[in-house]
């Protein structure tokens, strides 16, 4: 399964980003989609994730009112969705790479939200200055 995350870079405190990341659908259309970072020598940090079956959404305490998470199902390659990150109100300590994950089934969005999605992007990478 391979997600491909983009929309990274470098932005200025306060200001704004779009993470994408397409993925394929699973064959059930349900599964749990994610966000997560990590800065070097950290351990990666779930921030929103997403349950495709109900669209019930959760975010980290330390994003919540400045992250936004959704899902577009509506693309003409009606084979992958796109899950998007908005992010608004951008803080130094935002500072991280960004990866995409993806879990088949309502699980991972049911229990502990930890980094042990079976399915992930490459990453990207976003700083604020």
């Known amino acids: 399964v391979q997600l491909v995350e983009s929309g990274g870079g470098s932005a200025q405190t306060g200001g704004s980003l779009r993470l994408s990341c397409t993925a394929p659908r699973y064959t059930s259309n349900m599964y749990c989609m994610g966000w997560f970072r990590q800065i070097p020598g950290k351990e990666r940090e779930g921030v929103a994730r997403l349950y495709t079956g109900d669209g019930t959404i959760d975010y980290a305490d330390s994003v919540k009112g400045r992250f936004t998470i959704s899902l577009d199902t509506g693309s003409q390659d009606n084979s992958r969705n796109t899950l998007y990150l908005q992010i608004h109100n951008l803080q130094p300590e935002d500072t991280a790479m960004y990866y995409c994950?993806?879990?088949?089934?309502?699980?991972?969005?049911?229990?502990?939200?930890?980094?042990?999605?079976?399915?992930w992007g490459q990453g990207t990478q976003v700083t604020v200055s």
């Open positions: 994950a993806a879990d088949p089934g309502w699980y991972a969005c049911r229990r502990t939200f930890k980094a042990d999605f079976a399915n």
